[in-house]
């Protein structure tokens, strides 16, 4: 159990026979009344977002939540195929329980499978990943004062706003959780 009063942002908690994900919090202490933490609660299981509020002394059981690393292997159809590295036991999830997570995932990279009580939710891609482009219009030289970008497709089909200066088939570095551009290769 965690008092309200413990609560961080990233802590899981179970309430009202869900799962839910602290996004936000904050602890209020008003000129009148008693003091209360506001809470943005995300259900990690359909993705919807509640706002909440406890008492500082209020308790709910916190979830644990388990991480297990598996190797995506591909995509068939609305179905995505993972593999357990230890014990080559493998696992589809279809594309509505993915979302966007796999946009910027290629075959064959480790990704890491969230379960709740055994049943999986979500899956987490790496944090970083390098990826090719595959098209992309030219760049114009001396047209960077700005800071301008453009949409660049890579590899995986996703589509990424990057600097002038990149060119097709160049390899950079993006952010996962951002879907932003980080580097050349």
């Known amino acids: 159990m ?3 009063g413990d609560f961080r942002n990233g802590i899981t908690i179970e ?3 869900n799962v839910f994900q602290i996004i936000e919090f904050q602890h209020v202490k008003p000129g009148k009344g008693a003091a209360f933490v506001r809470t943005k609660l995300k259900n990690i299981k359909s993705g919807g977002v509640v706002e909440k509020t406890f008492r500082p002394t209020e308790k709910c059981p916190q979830a644990r939540i388990d991480r297990r690393e598996m190797q995506y292997l591909y ?3 609305d179905l995505y195929n993972f593999m357990d590295t230890e ?3 493998q696992m589809a999830m279809s594309a509505a329980d993915i979302q966007d997570s796999m946009k910027f995932v290629k075959e064959n990279e480790m990704v890491k499978m969230l ?3 055994g049943s999986v ?3 987490e891609p790496p944090l970083f990943v390098e990826l090719e482009i595959t098209e992309t219009e030219p760049g114009f ?3 960077t004062a700005t800071g301008a970008t453009k949409p660049a497709v890579v590899e995986t089909g996703a589509t990424v706003y990057v600097p002038l200066f990149v060119n097709q088939g160049d390899t950079i570095k993006i952010d996962t959780r951002t879907g932003e551009y980080l580097s050349r290769v």
Do not use: M, P, T
Request: negative net charge.
């Open 2 to 4: 965690i008092s309200a």
């Open 15 to 17: 309430l009202e026979g």
């Open 75 to 77: 995509a068939d159809g």
């Open 87 to 89: 014990n080559y036991e």
């Open 115 to 117: 379960s709740h009580n």
């Open 121 to 123: 939710f979500a899956v």
């Open 141 to 143: 030289k001396g047209d």
